[in-house]
């Protein structure tokens, strides 16, 4: 069956350095995965998104990671700052070729020190 | 803000009542589709709606039913509420069915 996990559920920084939060993926037929942030008491917040046809992706301050070789995809926050303490959620489609079905693993809660 | 909206923002209901949680999707958006997420875990699919079809469904009894109306806002319903239903239900929209999904802030449900 599909499942994406995280390395860690918990990671605590201090503010200035940067951040990676893992994620392993099962299903092979992904082709289709996304890094969403959740604050307390809000819905999760669309941070980047990569498609099996790369290996890297960058946005503002953040770079996402993927190896599809080991089913891994990686988050990396440069410069972390207060504000990017979340919880971290990878979301993969699973099932190829249609991204409407999105499987989400429990999340990685980033704690940055001030 | 994704400009997505959800009403209400709590909700208590008892076990065995019937809800219905609501959603407007961000403007341009024709795709709904809803996730349940427990505490401290990750938001599960429900299911989703295009065009005011149902689009795909994750695994969960035919007591989660939801429509979609033709300016895009969706609804989710459940019926014989049970205790486990208790979590955030979350909507979210894209442009399309294969679109990034912006999410809005969810509707907490108590069920005692």
């Known amino acids: 069956g599909e499942s994406v996990g995280l390395h860690l559920p918990t990671l605590s920084v201090q503010e200035g350095d940067n951040s990676i939060i893992n994620c392993a993926y099962s299903n092979s037929a992904s082709d289709y995965f996304i890094w969403y942030k959740q604050e307390s008491g809000k819905g999760p917040q669309f941070i980047i998104d990569i498609r099996s046809n790369m290996d890297k992706r960058q946005g503002q301050r953040v770079t996402v990671l993927l190896n599809k070789t080991v089913k891994h995809l990686s988050l990396q926050i440069a410069a972390t700052q207060p504000g990017d303490s979340a919880v971290y959620f990878c979301a993969e489609n699973g099932s190829g070729g249609s991204n409407y079905k999105l499987t989400f693993g429990k999340g990685t809660l980033l704690t940055v020190n001030p | 803000e994704t400009g997505v909206t959800q009403s209400p923002t709590h909700l208590i209901k008892t076990r065995g009542q019937q809800v219905t949680l609501r959603c407007s999707s961000q403007s341009g958006h024709n795709t709904v589709s809803w996730y349940q997420q427990a505490l401290g875990q990750g938001p599960q699919f429900i299911f989703q709606?295009?065009?005011?079809?149902?689009?795909g469904r994750g695994n969960f009894p035919p007591r989660f039913s939801g429509l979609q109306f033709p300016n895009y806002s969706s609804e989710l319903n459940v019926n014989a509420l049970e205790l486990d239903d208790s979590a955030l239900y979350l909507c979210?929209?894209?442009?399309?069915?294969?679109?990034?999904?912006?999410f809005g802030p969810g509707t907490r449900l108590t069920v005692l």
């Open positions: 979210a929209s894209s442009p399309d069915p294969d679109g990034g999904q912006f």
């Open positions: 709606y295009y065009r005011e079809e149902e689009n």
